[in-house]
């Protein structure tokens, strides 16, 4: 299959061709989200109300709450200022554990739809106690955005599909951008600017290179790894294998994963390692460990050496001169799209994957359960 191939053009009712566009549409879906962000008060507002905490909690269920933790490693990186990520049933049941040593903190509340029952219950707690809260949201006019103090919203964000894509990566640089805005960063402001034209260039390739690989060897296992701010996006990635293939995947730290993980490594398990610029050589190493032991591997990084490209079976290089907080919503695409050929290749419908519906909403809320991963 060509990369290009129906990358731009309508869905149709094949199993998966919404899912396969909305991957493909990511950089054109961040330009627009940005060039919003830009000519709307939204920012200038949120610096009004928040630009002096001294803390940020982001706060989403699934893949919003690995947006969370992106989002918490960057804000911190960007800002200089504490900021850190919960799932929101963390705040719901433990709240005492979670705003213990708590002062002047922005809860951020993530949610796709604005309707997922545990983020509307944590904003309504959160309002309860008086605090103040801003909500990111890809659907207007939803209860979560009534319920939040101040608002992001990133309509062009939203999918027809069941699984969370581009809604994942616009939130994250919507979160990113923003945090260079407060922080005054207009070097990375410029660079996020560029971010959509380098991640166009690399998705010329990747689909049909990502296709080859998961049509040639059927394994058994998958395990993404990565360390600070590239974990939250490495969770994701294992969770779009998980939702469209209905695989069994897992996510650990790079370094962490040789304390006990490693047991099971095989040429069964492809296992995936988001290897970040300022640590290249310690998470190297370990990717030359696991291809020791005879994994499969795969290397995904902004540029790899010899020795890099030594130990792994499949390349991902983004071969961009731009910041590395910049280039980190491009190191999902890759579990994107591993897990939309697997899925196809099993026999699913990426677009509509089983047990799932596309928003969390618990009986107590509405008459009828859905069950969701976002």
Same mark, same amino acid.
């Given at each position: 299959?060509?990369?290009?191939?129906?990358?731009?053009?309508?869905?149709?009712?094949?199993?998966?061709?919404?899912?396969?566009?909305?991957?493909?549409?990511q950089p054109q879906c961040w330009s627009d989200c940005l060039k919003q962000l830009e000519s709307s008060k939204t920012i200038d507002e949120i610096g009004k109300r928040f630009g002096k905490s001294s803390e940020w909690v982001f706060i989403g269920c699934g893949s919003s709450y690995y947006i969370a933790l992106a989002a918490a490693a960057s804000w911190s990186a960007?800002?200089?200022?504490?900021?850190?990520?919960?799932?929101?049933? =963390? +705040?719901?049941?433990?709240?005492?554990?979670?705003?213990?040593?708590?002062?002047? &903190?922005?809860?951020?509340?993530?949610?796709?739809?604005?309707?997922?029952? =545990?983020? @509307?219950?944590?904003?309504? &707690?959160?309002?309860?106690?008086?605090?103040?809260?801003?909500?990111?949201? *890809? !659907?207007?006019?939803?209860? @979560?955005?009534?319920?939040?103090?101040?608002?992001? +919203?990133?309509?062009? $964000?939203?999918? #027809?599909?069941?699984?969370?894509?581009?809604?994942?990566?616009?939130?994250? +640089? !919507?979160?990113?951008?923003?945090? $260079?805005? /407060?922080?005054? %960063?207009?070097? /990375?402001?410029?660079? /996020?600017?560029? @971010?959509?034209?380098?991640?166009?260039?690399?998705? #010329?390739?990747?689909?049909? #290179?990502?296709?080859?690989?998961?049509?040639?060897?059927?394994?058994?296992?998958?395990? *993404? @790894?990565?360390?600070?701010?590239?974990?939250?996006?490495?969770?994701?990635?294992?969770?779009?294998?998980?939702?469209?293939? *209905?695989?069994?995947? #897992?996510? &650990?730290?790079?370094?962490?994963?040789?304390?006990?993980? %490693?047991s099971i490594v095989g040429r069964e398990t492809l296992i995936s390692f988001l290897l970040s610029e300022a640590n290249y050589d310690e998470e190297r190493e370990v990717l030359e460990e696991i291809k020791g032991l005879g994994g499969t591997t795969v290397a995904i990084a902004n540029r790899l050496d010899g020795r890099a490209r030594a130990a792994a079976d499949f390349?991902?290089?983004?071969?961009?001169?731009?910041?590395?907080? $910049?280039?980190?919503?491009?190191?999902?695409?890759?579990?994107?799209?591993?897990? &939309?050929?697997?899925?196809?290749?099993?026999?699913?419908?990426?677009?509509?994957?089983?047990?799932?519906?596309?928003?969390?909403?618990?009986? =107590?809320?509405?008459?009828?359960?859905?069950?969701?991963?976002?």
């Open positions: 299959m060509n990369s290009n191939d129906g990358a731009r053009s309508e869905p149709t009712s094949a199993p998966g061709a919404y899912s396969l566009s909305e991957i493909l549409s960007i800002t200089g200022v504490r900021a850190r990520a919960v799932p929101a049933s =963390e +705040l719901l049941l433990f709240p005492e554990l979670v705003l213990s040593g708590a002062e002047d &903190f922005v809860p951020v509340l993530i949610s796709r739809s604005g309707r997922t029952s =545990e983020v @509307l219950r944590a904003a309504q &707690f959160l309002t309860q106690k008086k605090i103040p809260s801003l909500g990111i949201s *890809c !659907a207007p006019k939803q209860k @979560l955005e009534k319920l939040a103090s101040l608002s992001i +919203l990133l309509p062009r $964000a939203d999918e #027809q599909s069941t699984v969370m894509t581009r809604s994942f990566t616009s939130m994250l +640089l !919507a979160l990113q951008y923003l945090a $260079a805005s /407060l922080g005054g %960063k207009t070097e /990375l402001i410029n660079a /996020l600017k560029l @971010l959509p034209a380098a991640a166009e260039k690399l998705l #010329q390739g990747l689909p049909a #290179q990502v296709r080859e690989l998961v049509y040639r060897e059927q394994f058994k296992d998958y395990v *993404c @790894l990565g360390q600070g701010p590239y974990y939250g996006v490495a969770c994701e990635a294992t969770l779009k294998l998980t939702e469209m293939s *209905c695989s069994y995947a #897992q996510c &650990f730290h790079t370094l962490e994963f040789r304390h006990g993980p %490693k390349c991902v290089e983004l071969d961009s001169d731009l910041p590395e907080y $910049a280039r980190l919503a491009s190191f999902v695409f890759a579990g994107q799209l591993a897990g &939309f050929y697997n899925g196809l290749r099993k026999g699913f419908d990426p677009d509509r994957p089983r047990n799932l519906s596309r928003v969390v909403i618990l009986k =107590e809320d509405e008459e009828r359960p859905e069950h969701a991963a976002i």
